[in-house]
């Protein structure tokens, strides 16, 4: 009992598993929460945002921008209150596959939700070691233009730092590396901004085009791959893993760290994409930093590009932290034993072999498969959508059982119906990205 109370579980929660005892622990504040939940979701997939907009035009891209952010802080609100809902009548959830298990039904928690969240937070594991690794190259090459090194040799070097750092012991003792990365991603944000409107302003200026390109299939596909991209970047997939590191009593906390997180994407996503497709127009590539190179000679400083990178890479770090979590939290509960101290031999040992062979696992399907930015687009699609645009409605609708007539209820069935629709389409338009690019796919390629 006194290890439930160091933890911080109350006598409520009477059997914990070693999962919720060692990687959930319910110690952090409301503020804590708001950093965790802002490197859940600001990540520098946010430099994408203006090649959304490219794909959408200026009404359909700030309108999806803004429509994605209000359905998405009330999706995550909605989670917070049944999961408050649940902490008030004695039986704490702490995890998403433990609240489709109690809500759903057991089926739901251990085939659909349980593995689909890890499969998709071990995705951005392999997807954030590849970027990380990219950003490295960039700076190597801007230092050294005519360097040999390959894009596997700094994917391995992002990897190294990593399996030193997912060595942390518990969610919440990531809560001031989330700070550090916080701050990171409103400083690579305002240099992305300020890189733009320089740009934008300079006698370098590109020629802007505002009007959305190719025909009309590849128009209407290109909106479904906009939007995929968008939904992603306000996506999370973990937030009642976040809301579990919040110490007892967890009313109203969560809702003031979703305010700190979404204050930090209104400064950032929208300050990005719009100045970003303001700059290049539909000529803004997949990433803003890469507009930044120009075509014969980079059209900023080489110290402005190597400082935004570097913050860009460093939060990346971060954000692979965060997203290990729901794989150790797994490990914990199968390997270590809930009833001997967290740092004893018997707890460790199984910690460091089964978190330093996820890390590995990840640096080497980064380093295999640098292409992974198309998977992850279908992934995002089928995975992320279900996690943060549906199962938030049915979640509430099933708990609180609003009156069919209501307007809540009738909101909530409108996302849900909307978004199984974004799902279907967007899977097709990322399977059709893949087939095109499949032509440049090869094992460890060096781009």
Not at 261 to 269: E, F, G, K, M, P
Not at 345 to 358: A, C, W, Y
Request: proline residues 4%; positive net charge.
């Amino acid at each position: 009992m006194e290890e439930l109370k160091e933890n911080g579980f109350d006598n409520s929660q009477k059997e914990l598993d070693a999962g919720a005892m060692f990687v959930l622990k319910s110690k952090g504040s409301w503020v804590h929460c708001g950093y965790h939940l802002t490197n859940s979701i600001a990540a520098p997939v946010l430099l994408s945002l203006p090649f959304a907009l490219g794909l959408l035009g200026w009404v359909g891209g700030v309108l999806c921008l803004t429509l994605a952010a209000l359905v998405t802080f009330y999706a995550y609100n909605l989670l917070s209150l049944v999961l408050e809902h649940h902490a008030n009548q004695g039986r704490r959830l702490l995890r998403f596959r433990d609240m489709a298990t109690d809500i759903l039904g057991p089926g739901w928690g251990k085939y659909f939700v349980g593995p689909l969240q890890l499969g998709i937070c071990f995705g951005i594991v392999i997807a954030s070691t590849l970027l990380g690794g990219q950003s490295l190259k960039f700076i190597y090459l801007l230092a050294n233009p005519n360097g040999e090194m390959k894009l596997y040799h700094f994917i391995i070097m992002f990897g190294s730092v990593v399996l030193v750092l997912a060595q942390m012991p518990s969610f919440h003792s990531l809560r001031h590396i989330n700070l550090i990365s916080l701050l990171l991603c409103l400083a690579y944000s305002a240099c992305a901004a300020a890189g733009s409107v320089n740009i934008g302003y300079s006698k370098d200026a590109p020629r802007r085009d505002y009007s959305v390109k190719g025909s009309e299939k590849d128009r209407i596909f290109g909106t479904f791959n906009a939007i995929s991209i968008i939904a992603t970047a306000y996506a999370s997939g973990i937030i009642p893993e976040i809301q579990a590191t919040i110490a007892p009593p967890v009313q109203g906390k969560m809702f003031k760290g979703l305010c700190v997180c979404y204050s930090v994407i209104a400064l950032t996503y929208f300050s990005v994409g719009i100045s970003g497709y303001w700059a290049f127009g539909n000529q803004a590539q997949g990433t803003i930093l890469a507009n930044f190179m120009g075509v014969d000679k980079p059209l900023l400083p080489t110290w402005f590009l190597v400082i935004t990178n570097a913050f860009a890479v460093t939060q990346v770090l971060a954000v692979t932290l965060v997203y290990l979590q729901p794989t150790n939290e797994v490990f914990e509960n199968k390997f270590a034993d809930p009833k001997m101290e967290q740092f004893s031999t018997r707890n460790i040992i199984p910690r460091l072999i089964f978190r330093s062979l996820s890390v590995i696992v990840g640096t080497f399907f980064a380093a295999m498969l640098p292409f992974f930015g198309d998977l992850m687009a279908l992934f995002g699609a089928f995975g992320c959508i279900p996690l943060d645009f549906i199962l938030p409605m049915i979640f509430y609708n099933v708990t609180f059982k609003p009156s069919k007539r209501g307007l809540i209820f009738w909101i909530n069935s409108v996302i849900v119906a909307a978004s199984l629709v974004l799902v279907g389409v967007g899977s097709i338009a990322s399977v059709r990205q893949i087939v095109l690019d499949a032509k440049t796919y090869r094992l460890f390629a060096n781009m």
